[in-house]
């Protein structure tokens, strides 16, 4: 498996607010210096540099709130089931090291780091640790394209032709290996919800439209979000847009869109309106060698899988390419959990969140295509959702992601309870998934 393959396997308020702030800056600047009053002019540059800058979260302020896990609605004693097997897998190699945290009502109720960095480190796994988030750049993503959705910017409606000419002429690939023109657009939404008709050649590798795939260029590294785009826009759509749910590169293909309708490079995109204002200075989709000390890497592992944290290449993977700590990406669960606003920087209003949670499959989508979110599940703009009342672990109206390598998040509206866990453990994604929810609701007594 390639580098690129394997690291898919992943008007907001405040923008609107600064966007009016400059505008307002600028006019009221002009003004002034119609009437050649320089020094005012000055004192309003101050004014808003200084208001600007109050928009953003201190990054040297922690976003771990601490609360007493009893108090917060936890076993303390079942929370240590999950210490101690955690422990356990660190102790008999299985794992070089994890950290995972739980909270509720916006308070910490559990956290640790077990294990080291990575086999033959000495230091131990901390809430600072950087991680390979692989697919949990997704979210990230779909939340920057959110905000030029308020800002006018994005339709989500609007087909992805709009935006990348070349989507304009799709073709789905037929049984016996032909493709036909397409019936239907691509449209934004499609590719936020993985009902593009766009795959993942990893996950079927035998089948003949993943060869295909493979073929036409889709593991390649060495192009740019835009030009990566190009290149699948020739491939052959599995399904026709908006009929199936298919795991895809569909947010790769999002993040060229996004570069198009934000007219800036993605990286800077995604600091610009996510990562700088909530202060999220860990998280990259690529870091500093300066940074070393601090990456994870697996006790084992394919080479192909773990990229080279500090080795940048042209390709900026809106689907799984960013690296981050548990601390830098709680900000970001705590935003969610926080109906877009986090520590009084708003990302998202409410109801551009609340959209981004509607389910956009059907029994017919989830059952046409690869569903494996599982049954009482659905997808929205960017999440998978839990849309079942019957269940509660965790409970009806969750919305969450993963990356391959196991790390993991999700927000539980109805228990008000939100986790992170951080791991490099390709082999053990889904058992962790399972232990985490065990762990976690098990522990849930009131």
Known sequence: MSVFAARVCGFAEGGKRRHQLRREGRLMLNRFLSARSAAVAVAVGLAF??????????PKTSSIVRGDAAALGFDPAKLDVARAALKADVASGKIAGAYLLVGRHGKVAFQEGFGVQGPGQAAPVSDETIFRIFSMTKPVVSVVAMTLVE???LDVDAPVSKYLPEYANLSVWQADGSSVP???????RHLMSHTSGLIYGFITP???IAKAWAAGGENRNDLTAREYAKVIAKLPLKNEPGTAWNYSRSTDVLGAVVEVAGKKPLDVLVKERVT?????????FFQPEAKRARFAEPAKGDAGVYYDYAKPTP???AGGGLSSTTEDYLRFVLMLAGDGEYKGVRILK???LARMRQDETTPEIRKAGLFFPGPG???GLGFSLVNDDTLQRPGNGTFSWWGIAGTEFWVDPKNDVFMVFMVQARELAMEYQRKNRTWIYDALVK
Do not use: I, Q
């Not at 397409?182 to 934004?188: D, E, F, I």
């Open 206 to 208: 035998t089948a003949p």
């Open 377 to 379: 599940m659905g997808f």
């Open 151 to 153: 800002e006018g910017k």
């Open 276 to 284: 700088g204002p909530l202060g999220m200075t860990d998280t990259a």
């Open 182 to 188: 397409a019936a239907k657009p691509m449209l934004v």
């Open 49 to 58: 540099a200084v208001t600007a800058e109050a928009k953003t979260v201190d």
């Open 350 to 352: 409410k109801e551009t």
């Open 315 to 317: 390709f900026l993977s």
